[in-house]
């Protein structure tokens, strides 16, 4: 089993960059794959962006396409989500999970571990 926990989150005006971080803990994270999920109140949980274990194949939403980027160091059992071009909308509790198989998918089915969660918040 492994534990997840993230990091990076905080208050930024439009437009900035954020790096959020998600360490692991207990198991190694390079046989999962991995990926980053983000929730409003009221609001489904919904899919942001995923990467195999082995970084050759990543997957994003839509709506992050060319702002966001998830990368992974295996060696430091660490997942990475860096935001640029952050927009209001983006606002949200950003989950990071790690996968039962080794597919980046958007489903949260796929995912079996998961983290507590990092605040983000952007101002207009």
């Known amino acids: 089993q492994v534990q997840l926990v993230e990091s990076g989150g905080g208050l930024v005006q439009a437009g900035a960059s954020l790096r959020l971080s998600c360490a692991g803990s207990g198991r190694s994270i390079s046989i999962y794959s991995m990926g980053w999920f983000r929730q409003v109140p009221g609001k489904e949980r919904e899919f942001v962006a995923a990467?195999?274990?082995?970084?050759?194949?990543?997957n994003y939403a839509d709506s992050v396409k060319g702002r966001f980027t998830i990368s992974r160091d295996n060696a430091k059992n660490t997942m990475y989500l860096q935001m640029n071009s952050l927009k209001p909308e983006d606002t949200a509790v950003y989950y990071c999970?790690?996968?039962?198989?080794?597919?980046?998918?958007?489903?949260?089915?796929?995912?079996?571990?998961w983290g507590q969660g990092t605040q983000v918040t952007v101002s207009s």
């Open positions: 999970a790690a996968g039962r198989t080794n597919v980046p998918g958007t489903e949260k089915e796929r995912y079996a571990y």
């Open positions: 990467i195999t274990w082995s970084a050759d194949s990543t």
